[in-house]
């Protein structure tokens, strides 16, 4: 180590306070950190791209600094979505100081990455007070039983007005509207519960039946649309 002829001809002064690093939660231990192995926990972020164009969702189980759980979920790129399949190949095993300087394909990845590593290195996870933290799996515990993102995309116009184009419950197939025109409730195909039945041997035919299901007052509806077509 170098030292300027500045500092070599200073006298040495002690430091007085010195009490180290402030104590985070992490898995119900309050937890001084000094090095990446002593970080743990679990949590979720988010980041864009440079155009903001799309976004990613990033969800991250740590254990002792290593990354042993990654869930990615991305919208609105196409590049974006083939990206987090190379992110998912990438970030289990890495520390998360590897994975913060790891080039993970894509802007918003690596938007999430960063916002995930101020979020746990702060012991702001979502595991802080959850003793011995969450199991490996968490991850598919946020997407359901039928593993697939939550997604909502609606659409609107001020000539057309709004249209429900797919929410939790799955792909919305059909609006239904009062005598206003006003939507009072929708049809939907439920896509995670349909590929079960056809798994399961069952046709296509029934399985679209039993995954199909209706919410609000689809019973009261003057008429129904194609929110993709009408």
Known sequence: MIYSTEIKNMCTVHQ??????????EEAKWVKSKEVSDISGYT??????????????????????????????????????????????????????EALNTDLVCDAINT?????????????????????????????????????????????????GPRYLELTDGYITELALDENDEIIGYKFVNFGKMMDFIKNGESAADALKKASGQYGRCDDAVKFIDPRKQ
């Open 112 to 160: 999430a990455m960063r916002e995930l590593f101020l979020q746990i290195a702060y012991g702001r996870s979502q595991s802080a007070f959850s003793e011995d933290g969450l199991q490996i799996g968490a991850g598919l515990e946020d997407l359901g039983k039928g593993h697939r993102s939550m997604v909502g995309t609606t659409y609107g116009t001020l000539e057309k």
């Open 16 to 25: 007085g306070a010195k009490h180290g690093a402030a104590p985070i939660p």
């Open 44 to 97: 979720h972020g988010a980041g864009w791209c440079a155009p903001q164009q799309g976004m990613c969702k990033l969800s991250l189980n740590v254990k002792n600094g290593i990354i042993q759980e990654a869930l990615i979920e991305t919208i609105g790129c196409s590049g974006m979505t083939h990206s987090a399949a190379m992110a998912a190949e990438i970030l289990p095993g890495l520390t998360i100081l």
